[in-house]
């Protein structure tokens, strides 16, 4: 990390609607950092705040706290043509290639809408050259430019989609589930593109998922969220084969493997129970407590700070605080697992032996 150049920092940033006269706090005091040039990856289950954090730092939504610095400045105080510019650098692929094109303008007016804004000089001529080099680019060709949106493949229109956040020359772009829309046999094209995009272009990306097993080849960073905080973060290689949080246990355990004679990730399975707290309504000390198998007293009291426990891997758990080392908090955590997997099958086994007795 201490060569790369920060591109963002986004620092405490919290973004709270009003339902009801009450906060809903969606994202909720979250500190990261991006490099110029790489993937950071957000992951989390669906509604934990990942789009709102993305939105966020884009300034789609007014922050509530905290700052997104785009190098060295706030984008959340840029005006005039300072905010102007940075809607230039910073650029948005949307989840739903069908919902997020117009179906009245044809590809090439899609493409070249931004072009008008941030390249008032430039003449027809040079937009439809632009718009063709585009479509080239993300894989399609200029005779796609007189098509409307519904005339193409969902992997095509997320493609125009792509071609369209290009289209400004942007230097930092966030992919919104981009992928989630799509066929699974589509999915890998797309992921391959934005690789190959990042490549030539020098892109930076925020990649939002909740598609652990994707996220996993495109990030080089992971942040980890949970009802509207960060949990977890490091480089995508430790999350995914040394996680810290129980959360991300329980995350990671879920991901399936492709190989039909493989049963470890049914029989590592972390199943999560209890009830997702509600955001408006969070639990006082840590959110995960409610669902959390390695649950102290001072976690319903106190949350817990994001802290870096090993080189770049920060974690918000009181397990790994109190003064104990990663190997007694992950001894602890292990342990734990195994009871609740013994008392588990104490109780499969009583069911068991209830059915049999009933059937006497
Ligand atoms: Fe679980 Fe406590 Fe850690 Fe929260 S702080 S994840 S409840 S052990």
Known sequence: MENKKVLLDVKNLSKYFNVKGQDLKAVDDVSFKINEGETFGLVGESGCGK????????????????????NGKDIHSLKGKEALDFKKHGQYI??????????RMTVGEIIAEGLYVHFPKMNEAERKKVVNTLLDEVGLNKE?????????????????GIARSLAVEPSFIVCDEPISALD?????QIVNLLNHLQKEKKLTYLFISHDLSMVKHISDRLGVMY??????LADSEK??????HPYTKALMSAIPVPDP????????????????PSPINAPKGCKFVTRCPNAMDICRQKRPDFLEVENDHFVSCHLFQEGRSVEEAEEIQR??????????LEEEKKKIAKLKENKK
């Open 239 to 244: 999350v995914y084969n040394k996680p810290l």
């Open 261 to 276: 004679d493989h049963n470890s990730d049914i029989e590592n399975r972390i199943h999560l129970e209890g009830e997702v």
């Open 51 to 70: 789009t709102t954090c993305g939105r966020t730092i884009l300034g789609m939504y007014k922050a509530t706290k905290g700052e997104v610095l785009y």
């Open 227 to 232: 009802l509207g905080s960060l949990v977890e």
């Open 184 to 188: 699974v046999s589509v999915q890998a």
């Open 144 to 160: 796609h430019a007189l098509r409307y949106p519904h005339e193409l493949s969902g992997g095509q229109r997320q493609r125009v």
């Open 335 to 344: 342990k734990q697992l195994e009871k609740n997997a013994q008392i588990k």
């Open 94 to 103: 949307f989840q739903d290639p069908y919902a997020s094109l117009d179906p």
